[in-house]
Each structure stands twice: as C-alpha cells, then as structure tokens.
C-alpha cells in the first residue's frame, strides 16, 4: 500500500526544520547507495537531527508510522550496512550536523563526542591536549564515530589499542519509540549488571542509533620505530611479529602483512610510488614500534634512537637466522611516511584494478600460512588469472583477502561473487576463522554470517532484537 508521506515529512519539518530534511532525487542520492556502489536503495527522505533530542523524536515518529530507520554517519562502509534497501517505507538518518565534541576530560584521559564527529576531528582534538586517540583507518578524514562504534571498527592499530569496543567506556543510545538509554560513563570499572553499551557496538543500527560516546584517551607515543621487512615466507612473519612483541615489551601497535600483488598493483596505478627496499618477494611486512616512555626520546651515546636500535637488532637477528631477506628502518618522519605510503594507497589501487570481491576475515595466526596457500588455489580454480590481494592487520590476525578482476577484464565477475562466498565460508570455517573481522555483516555477508553462525547464539540475538525492536524498523536487512 502506498505511503502517504506528506504527513511524514509535514513532521519531520516540524522536528528538524526544512532546511535540514533533504527531499529532492539528486540530493538524496549521494545518501542512497554505499561507498563501493555496490548496494542502492530508496528514501522518503535524509532527515539531519542537530541533537539527541531531535532522534528521539524521529524515531518516536517512525514507529508510530511504521517507517523503518537506516542511520548513516560518513558512508564509508565496505558492506552496504548505511545503506536503505529498495522499499518506499525508509527514511535515512544521518548524524552529520551532530559533530560537537562535548567534553575532554584530562584527568579521567576520555573524550565524550558526538556520533557524527569525524574521527581526524576527535585525533586533533585528543592530539591537542597531548593525548592520543588511538583508533587509525584509511577513511580517517571522513568515517564518524558513529560509524566506527557502529561496526566495532579496528584499524591499523588494535594490537596494540583494541578495537573500537576496547576504546569505549560508555554510549548514548536512542531506541525505535524514542527511548534514550543514558550509558554515557567515565569508568573503567562499573559492574552493575549487564553490560548493555557493548550491546550496542557493532550492532550496525540494528537496535538503536547511538549518539554519543565516552572514549578512553592515551599519553602519546614519544618515539616511535617504522620498519619495512622483505620476508621469507608469513610464518617468517608471524615469528618476527611476536620477536618484535618481545623485543618491545609489548609495544608494537601495528605490523602489517603486504603482497607483492598489492605492491606492484600500488606502483601500476601510483608509478611514482618509492619501494622501501629494491627488491620485492611475495611477502613483505610494515612494522612500527612505539614507547610512551621518557627515555625512549633520548638518543643513545652513539646517537641511535632506543627504539630504531631495538628494531634494528630484532631484524638484524632475523636476518641471519633466514626469516627476512631485506629490511629498512625509518630514520625520520619523511621516510616513516614514504613506508606507510604503499600502505595508506593500498585501498584507492584497488579500486582503480577494477570489479573485485572483498572479504574482511579474522584468522588464527597458527592457520594464517595454509588459509593463505588454500585461498590462492581455490580462488585461482573458480577463476584463472584471478589476482589475489590478501593483505592486513596480520598482529591482530585480520587479513583483507580481496580478488580482483584479471587483467583482461570480466564482464562477469560479479556471478562468481557465490563461488567465491563459498569458497570463503568453506575454509574460514576449515581454519577456525571469522568471516568478519572490522567492518561489519551489513548487506554484503548477511547470508553466510546466518548459514555459518551458531543457530543458538541466532536465537539469542534475534530475540535481543525482538525485544529492543519489536516492529523490525531499525536498519531492516542487516545482520539478522
């Protein structure tokens, strides 16, 4: 039955004002489809709340109108979560004007923002008072808060930080009819009860739109160590990660693994890109040290830096002992940034190669090297000249296994899509692994996070949304 929606945006109007609820076709459309433009969807309309208030009003509105709620922060989702399906009841939410930060707390070392804050915004403003905010993606300049706290977000440095989940101690959260849940919290320690704010993270808008958050704050690094390492193999690289781990008391925040395929692909589309060292083999790793501690800025009698020395020695060892082939260190911040380089280009080669299949997974490290070698033989079957780009976050076991389109072109790609979820599903299975790892189940893995997810852990969880969102209004189609 078709909806009539003047009543609908009459209200809104009333809530948000008419400058603030975007109506026409092509002001929506940036809005209605996701970051990759793989999934598009309809709108009544984008209604811009200022304020937790305002939210409450809107969802009060749309269950009494039955209009289901799709929230939106910066649109940078990989897997269609932000993104309203084709049916004429939505109405898309976007925090975008709701970018205040409220507080920075010094002495607690926390940061109370927004859901529409964008996450360089809340780093700045950590960074202003000397701390640091942890939490690093490559959609750093436009991703919000929201978002992140929305998908768990990891990022280039959970092993050493955790993921959005860890950096959390508290949340605003707005349920469908309007009901404002005050989590908000300093606390590290607060043991009443359930622990209803990590509920609400990473549950993609399935139960409630969060519109603040308590995130925790850290001294910053004083010095910091960048290497770039040639390695024999990934099970050379998982043992220099824990050599390095050791070797820094725990001090690695991030140790990523890089593919020649990803290289050579960075430096196709990006030719003036420098390589770190001369001679790329088929695993690489970019690893970064850092210390908060006092001395860690001093250099020593022979004016090394402590921590460069550090690396210097753990590479220097693994060299000899046959794990790594080549290294470089950074001695200064221009090339510290020339190494993170080939890293931070990575995403837009990607999407320059053309039509690809992307995967987020979460592996044990024990399995890391056997998925790797799998993966590649079964993706190369389902489709010859595949190329593999299987790159990531290797100290924290998340590994971004993407195939793209071969060389040549094809037209088809997108129906192998089931082949390759298949595939997936088979051996992240096989391997005692997560079909997702950072960036949510939204649309894009709906159907293998059901068919692979224990059926009571489903039960649970549907209930949980039964009980919170009774109607199935809050961001329908995702997750469960």
């Not at 433009?37 to 969802?59: D, H, R």
């Not at 977000?153 to 860890?166: D, H, K, M, Q």
């Not at 609400?200 to 770039?228: H, M, Q, R, S, V």
Request: net charge negative; hydrophobic share 40%.
């Amino acid at each position: 039955m078709p909806l009539d929606q003047t009543p609908i945006i009459d209200a809104l109007i009333r809530i948000v004002g008419a400058a603030n609820l975007v109506q026409q076709e092509q002001d929506k459309a940036r809005y209605l489809t996701d970051w990759r433009k793989q999934y598009q969807g309809n709108s009544i309309a984008v209604v811009k709340p200022a304020n937790t208030a305002e939210v409450s009003a809107i969802l009060k509105l749309a269950e009494e109108q039955n209009i289901a709620v799709i929230p939106q922060g910066g649109n940078t989702g990989l897997c269609g979560g932000a993104t309203p399906d084709l049916g004429e009841h939505n109405l898309v939410i976007s925090t975008e004007r709701m970018n205040h930060i409220r507080e920075v707390d010094t002495s607690s070392q926390t940061i109370t923002v927004e859901a529409g804050c964008i996450l360089d915004h809340i780093k700045s403003a950590a960074d202003a008072h000397d701390l640091l905010f942890p939490l690093d993606l490559g959609a750093r300049g436009t991703c919000q808060i929201g978002g992140n706290l929305s998908t768990n977000a990891g990022g280039l440095n959970v092993i050493r930080y955790g993921n959005t989940r860890e950096l959390t101690l508290g949340v605003e959260v707005v349920l469908m009819g309007g009901k404002v849940l005050s989590l908000l919290s300093k606390l590290k320690k607060d043991n009443t009860g359930y622990d209803l704010r990590d509920l609400f993270i990473g549950a993609e808008g399935t139960l409630g739109i969060i519109t603040a958050a308590t995130l925790k704050l850290f001294p910053k690094p004083i010095a910091t160590a960048t290497g770039f390492a040639a390695m024999r193999d990934i099970e050379a690289a998982i043992t220099l990660l824990h050599r390095c781990q050791a070797a820094s008391g725990g001090n690695v925040i991030a140790f990523e693994l890089m593919p020649k395929t990803i290289i050579d692909n960075v430096r196709h589309f990006y030719p003036d890109t420098p390589l770190p060292i001369s001679e790329i083999p088929r695993f690489s790793a970019l690893i970064e040290i850092a210390s908060t501690a006092e001395d860690s800025g001093k250099p020593d009698h022979d004016g090394t830096m402590p921590l460069e020395k550090t690396l210097t020695e753990v590479l220097a060892k693994a060299m000899e002992d046959g794990l790594v082939l080549d290294a470089t260190i950074a001695s200064n911040l221009t090339q510290r940034n020339t190494i993170w380089q080939i890293r931070e280009l990575t995403p837009e080669s990607e999407i320059k190669a053309g039509k690809a299949y992307k995967s987020d997974i979460s592996i044990p490290l024990k399995h890391m090297a056997a998925f790797y070698d799998d993966a590649e033989k079964a993706a190369t079957a389902i489709m010859p000249g595949v190329r593999i780009f299987g790159f990531g976050h290797l100290g924290d076991g998340n590994l971004h296994y993407n195939l793209s389109e071969p060389l040549e072109k094809r037209p088809d790609f997108f129906d192998y899509y089931h082949a390759f979820d298949d595939m997936m599903k088979t051996l992240v299975e096989k391997y005692e692994g997560s079909i997702s790892a950072e960036h949510g189940i939204g649309q894009k893995k709906r159907d293998v996070f059901l068919s692979t997810k224990d059926p009571a852990s489903l039960e649970v969880m549907r209930s949980i949304k039964a009980a919170l969102d009774p109607k199935n209004l809050m961001n329908p189609g995702k997750v469960v």
